[in-house]
């Protein structure tokens, strides 16, 4: 079974809308990484975020980590349409063990 | 540096048969891993090699084997092909270190089994 869940499964909103996709885990972890996968194809990766961090940006990414919780949240701001995607969560833990959740799948709607 | 390719991109075959697909990873990197991707089951580890050595290894039947190369290049084979086996079969590779550093992806082998 999948070591965590990516929270909502879908999502959709309009274009200029913040988006906010969360991710939950069950074990302790050595980092987290988001990912973004296009209809069909390859995933991209996004951030890395460690367990001894709490946030990171990058452009209009933001994640946020909080080990006590076991969670991560995703934030993209000002959605564009071209951000319509799934996104997914990849716990790394020991061993280089790596589980991905089942993943967001969001719509920005134009 | 080059990307992360996948051969073939697609690929149609009947119940009974087996495959071999194909990845070549990035340029110095030696892991290579290998997922399923259904639309149930989202994205499940295979397993993962690291100097033609295989680390680690997901919950699939023995029907699902693998290989690397000392080129880091790898292959995975599935035998005895099910209709379920039927998705998307994602190669990733990543540094020295392992998955546990970034991974990048290829564009994927498209399976379908009928």
């Known amino acids: 079974s999948q070591q965590g869940e990516e929270d909502p499964q879908a999502l959709s909103i309009q274009e200029g809308e913040n988006a906010t996709m969360n991710c939950s885990y069950k074990t302790s972890i050595n980092n987290l990484q988001w990912y973004r996968q296009n209809s069909g194809r390859g995933l991209v990766h996004l951030i890395l975020?460690?367990?001894?961090?709490r946030e990171k940006h990058s452009g209009r990414l933001r994640v946020t980590l909080d080990t006590s919780k076991k969670s991560s949240s995703l934030l993209i701001t000002a959605s564009r349409a071209a951000d319509t995607a799934s996104y997914f969560c990849?716990?790394?833990?020991?061993?280089?063990?790596?589980?991905f959740g089942i993943g967001t799948k969001l719509q920005v709607i134009p | 540096k080059a990307g992360v390719t996948q051969t073939p991109r697609y690929l149609i075959k009947t119940r009974g048969q087996q495959v071999t697909l194909s990845c070549s990873p990035i340029?110095?990197?030696?892991?290579v891993s290998w997922y399923q991707q259904t639309p149930g089951q989202g994205l499940q580890f295979l397993f993962e090699?690291?100097?033609?050595?295989?680390?680690n290894k997901g919950n699939f039947p023995g029907r699902f084997s693998g290989r690397q190369f000392s080129n880091s290049r790898s292959e995975m084979n599935v035998s005895t092909l099910e209709l379920g086996d039927s998705a998307l079969y994602l190669c990733?590779?990543?540094?020295?270190?392992?998955?546990?550093?970034?991974?990048?992806f290829g564009p994927g082998t498209r399976l379908t089994v009928l």
């Open positions: 990733a590779s990543s540094s020295s270190t392992g998955p546990t550093d970034t991974q990048y």
């Open positions: 990849a716990r790394t833990g020991g061993y280089q063990k790596v589980t």
């Open positions: 975020i460690r367990s001894n961090e």
């Open positions: 090699y690291f100097s033609e050595t295989q680390r």
């Open positions: 340029s110095g990197h030696r892991s």
